[in-house]
């Protein structure tokens, strides 16, 4: 895994109580079959290749995780492997995505000055990710590594007919870390368990709370992994990025 090449999130953001780190996965994996995190790729658990990336970046001071509690002793001595010093706490998650958020950031140290959040199945991200996303979020208050939708959109009906092509002039497909002042994140959770409500991903949560999010194009795949085909393309990606 590669690691940053400047400490400049770190300086910029950690001025007060740090950086802390969110790592979701509390996911069922029904779509795979198995546990998608202890699944092993190139010679390690997608988990820890999440972990890692976190804890290996020195702009990163904290990690939290939240995982399911059927599998929270796999899950755990997985992460505190990968993270012996950076990992702060271990939760249990809710039973949706926006629920198992909202554990994470209570486990946040209350002084934290910026909070990232990223699903665990998403072990491609790397250092230079987080800090360019950490950096953008600094200036703006919040921020998404993201990429633009580049395939053809249809809509469709019931039935499965298309029935219109959509425009995918300004698309982007919003993946994770995705990154935010603490203060905002927290204020943004705070309305969406107090009124009921259920977003898909940080950034719904705080646009919902009226505040702007920046995008963060990242050039390397960053893919999720849902289905075993997406173990393989993870290792293809992995194995081009070691030295030649």
């Not at 399911?68 to 995505?97: F, I, N, T, W, Y």
């Not at 993946?175 to 603490?182: L, Y």
């Amino acid at each position: 895994m590669r690691r940053c090449r400047s400490n400049l999130a770190k300086t910029r953001a950690a001025k007060k109580g740090g950086v802390w780190a969110v790592i979701v996965a509390g996911g069922s994996s029904r779509r795979m079959g198995f546990n998608k995190l202890t699944a092993e790729l190139e010679g390690r658990p997608v988990l820890a290749w999440s972990v890692s990336a976190f804890n290996d970046c020195p702009a990163v001071d904290a990690i939290v995780l939240v995982c399911a509690a059927s599998a929270r002793g796999d899950l755990e001595k997985v992460a505190r492997e990968a993270a012996p010093s950076k990992l702060k706490a271990v939760v249990e998650g809710g039973a949706h995505r926006h629920l198992s958020v909202a554990e994470g950031l209570d486990a946040v140290a209350t002084d934290a000055s910026m909070i990232a959040v990223h699903d665990a199945a998403r072990p491609l991200v790397d250092c230079a990710m987080i800090e360019r996303c950490l950096e953008t979020a600094g200036n703006t208050g919040a921020a998404a590594c993201a990429r633009r939708v580049n395939d053809t959109l249809k809509r469709i009906n019931d039935e499965g007919f298309i029935v219109d092509s959509v425009d995918r002039t300004n698309l982007w497909a919003v993946e994770t870390p995705q990154i935010f002042r603490a203060e905002l994140l927290r204020h943004a959770y705070a309305e969406v368990i107090a009124t009921g409500g259920h977003v898909s991903d940080e950034t719904s949560a705080v646009q919902a709370a009226g505040a702007p999010v920046s995008l963060v194009d990242t050039p390397e795949w960053n893919g999720k992994i849902t289905y075993p085909g997406d173990l393989e393309l993870a290792r293809v990606v992995l194995r081009g990025r070691r030295p030649a």
